[in-house]
């Protein structure tokens, strides 16, 4: 009756599988967070990671190094406009990038153009929205709302996960199978209560705490608070879940 | 890569299994709902089905006798005060039930009282706070809160799924597990569509709305279109989403 125990990775890349041999393009690798999992699960196929800033490309080289991961070529170019021939790849992965983008589906026309047919598009997204946690407090999600409100002002969508069935689908995708990846955290999970509630979440919105305050979306001490009951549910007590989604399309 | 199609059951009952010649307690049976899915599931053991309604009992035992499910008895009797002796029962199931109970906690502690040493106890709750959908709309979420608010006046909570974990810890089991149990739809999932979002979840929320019209929690109209809004997310471009909560402890 018991789940495994189970990591962030194992949650949203436990089938991020390609075949052997195939050519794999990475959209938006930024630092090669994800780059250095899906590369060391997939020892026999190529990837292709590519990014719009130098500055994280370098990182992502020097970490691939530093692992000694081989398989992986990392590249300058912009999602929009790739400087790929029509169906270059056998799969394409784009993983927490579309929710910074304010035309997704152009995007994904063009990650569909460098794909072969009958190729296989993964996309991994996050939905703010899918936040809920005990106790539950209106200040933490009000801190939440920080990071919400500022990215949808900048043209893009904290809560598209729900979204990629709609997408993936309006993208002409056929085969789409989308899929909750559900992060849930109580004292039953230590690591995820200090890897992902600590590590991971809270600290990813603890960083939009100054912009948020200096855009008056928020007082100071209002934020702080939010944080504080965050940090809450990493009490024995606690409980925390977030919903990612992963969905798969074939061209 | 593919997910294989759930119904609702499936998504909940999956692991709900039984040792062969198990006793179990279902407390809270209501019309039986349950009781006909978990007594078929386990025809080797036995089951006792309580509820305080002598009227919804009659329609579990009709329901039973019309399905030819033999495996289980219909007993009237007070979660508070179980009419049977200390250490009856291999296993308890309690479904949908604390989240109508203003001191869950004593619940727990009689159902306890009545489970073997060693016996598991197993329980399932909603969680309205966890739905999203898509298209978002603030008038589906207004429509939704005029079960969640009542509920509360009442005692209850419609929001207790998430706090299964620490309810089971603080009753004083052991090797407890909890896990989400979501229910995702999308237009890949016809079945669910039907009979989730329209005929389940919608179906709910608008058996509540002469009350909260009634009590002054919201307008008709405003209600009505959080229905429409509900309704507008079974279209092929709308998603839905609601997390069921499942724990086991072990006494």
New interface residues.
Partial sequence: ???QAQTLDDIIHN?T?FRDGSLVLEAGCGVGAQTKIITRKNPHSNFISIDLSEQSLKEGEKLAETLKITNVKFQQADIFNLPFEDATFDSVLVCFVLEHLSDPMQALHELLRVLKING?LITIEG?H??T???P?SQMARRAINCQVVPQKQDGGNS?IG??L??LL??AGLSD?????R?V?V???KPELVEGFIKNTFTAMIEGVGNNAVAQGLIDRADFDQGIKDLCRTTQ????F?Y?FFKG?GTK
């Fill in positions: 009756m018991k789940d089938d599988i296989t939905d929205g899918s809920f946690f005990y539950d809560n729900r979204e069935y709609p689908h309006a789409i199978e989308v899929s909750p559900v849930y109580d004292a039953g024995p007590d606690g409980v879940s919903t798969f």
